[in-house]
């Protein structure tokens, strides 16, 4: 099984009076955002199904990337908005019999989770950054690092 983390583009803080799960992309993550989308479409052969948080700017990214990838199953999963690792595996364990999964979600966990799944302590996702694991043992979420890719690398 395939597994991709994408932390969602950057945000936006110029409205305060926002709560924190309704703020939307920024000009970069606006840029970011269809340029990753752009790029994870020419470089996966499986059509993933896709789980959004819920907040504003995870979904804005992940409508990004289902254009690029259109048809798809995309699914808004609410509990992943402050969700923790357990919160992450479950979601992972319940769809492992899937070839590809696309999680969009927020630091740290997303981060926390590919530690987790790379049995390492040094992946931090900036915005808009995409992560693919192969989880050679899905149901013991143990995987190989596929790549990590930030959008500065593509400029």
Same mark, same amino acid.
């Given at each position: 099984m395939i597994l991709t983390l994408i932390r969602h583009a950057k945000s936006s803080w110029s409205d305060l009076s926002l709560d924190d799960f309704d703020r939307p992309l920024n000009e970069r993550g606006n840029r970011d955002a269809p340029k990753m989308a752009h790029w994870f479409s020419?470089?996966?052969?499986?059509?993933?199904?896709?789980?959004?948080?819920?907040a504003n700017?995870?979904?804005?990214t992940a409508k990004f990337f289902e254009k690029e990838l259109t048809p798809i199953k995309f699914n808004v999963v609410d509990d992943l908005y402050h969700?923790?690792?357990?919160?992450? $595996?479950? =979601?992972?364990?319940?769809?492992?019999?899937?070839?590809?999964?696309? +999680?969009?979600?927020?630091?740290?966990?997303?981060?926390?989770?590919?530690? $987790?799944? =790379?049995?390492?302590?040094y992946v931090y996702l900036k915005t808009c950054? +995409?992560?693919?694991?192969n989880l050679v043992e899905p149901d013991t979420l143990s995987g190989e690092l596929n790549f990590i890719k930030s959008p500065k690398e593509l400029t």
């Open positions: 020419k470089n996966t052969q499986e059509k993933p199904i896709f789980f959004s948080s819920s700017r995870a979904l804005s969700a923790n690792l357990q919160d992450y $595996e479950s =979601l992972i364990l319940e769809n492992n019999h899937e070839e590809h999964i696309v +999680i969009f979600g927020h630091n740290p966990t997303i981060s926390q989770v590919a530690e $987790e799944m =790379l049995k390492t302590r950054s +995409i992560c693919q694991i």
